[in-house]
């Protein structure tokens, strides 16, 4: 399967923000964005205008798609669906990404990064109702648990991650006994939610040019 395996802070450099990809790094004076606030390259800091029109609307595509660790093909598949749902399409759209089992393990504190929570999954470490899901895209659904293996429960960085979630906060839609390495999806995610500097609507005018 087709993924990234570049450098990350690059990426964030890129959109000029935190994308929060390398988990507790983000939040010290190693990040990439603390130390060189500006695009990679040898242009990286040159002064330019300020972009318009397709510019912002392929910036906001990217950061979406960096956040979430999804490829291209991938995300144009999540776009029709969610414009084939009731309701807002941005809106269906950011839902329907914040409810992949990768995501949700991320918010549940017990990965410190998207990638981290998808390599869990991938390698076996999540259950979703006492079964084994190793599909990070799977999408959850209210009333399900999502736990940690029993014999993963003693991995240092799954509890290193869980701890840190204590402070960090669990959203609304989830729900998390961190004693038991398992949480409840309790509802579906609003865009309230979803605490991500994203203009979605700009996303939606992109793929309707």
Request: charged share 30%; proline share 4%; glycine share 10%.
């Amino acid at each position: 399967m087709a993924r990234y395996t570049g450098p990350v802070c690059r990426l964030c450099r890129r959109e000029r923000m935190k994308l929060f990809l390398k988990g507790d790094r983000c939040f010290k004076e190693k990040c990439a964005i603390e130390r060189r606030a500006y695009p990679p390259g040898q242009h990286g800091q040159r002064r330019g205008r300020r972009p318009q029109g397709y510019g912002p609307q392929l910036r906001e595509k990217q950061k979406v798609k960096r956040i979430y660790g999804v490829l291209e093909a991938q995300f144009r598949n999540y776009f029709a669906s969610a414009e084939g749902r009731k309701g807002i399409t941005g809106e269906n759209l950011l839902v329907m990404l914040e409810r992949r089992l990768d995501s949700a393990v991320y918010n549940l504190g017990f990965a410190s990064s998207r990638a981290q929570a998808r390599q869990l999954v991938r390698h076996g470490h999540v259950e979703v109702n006492g079964r084994k899901v190793t599909i990070p895209s799977y999408q959850v659904a209210v009333g399900q648990d999502v736990s940690i293996r029993e014999k993963s429960r003693k991995n240092d960085f799954i509890r290193a991650s869980v701890e840190t979630a204590r402070g960090r906060g669990i959203p609304d839609w989830l729900e998390l006994d961190a004693d038991n390495f398992t949480g409840k999806v309790v509802g579906l995610p609003s865009r309230e939610d979803i605490k991500l500097p994203v203009e979605e609507q700009l996303i939606v005018e992109l793929y309707s040019r």
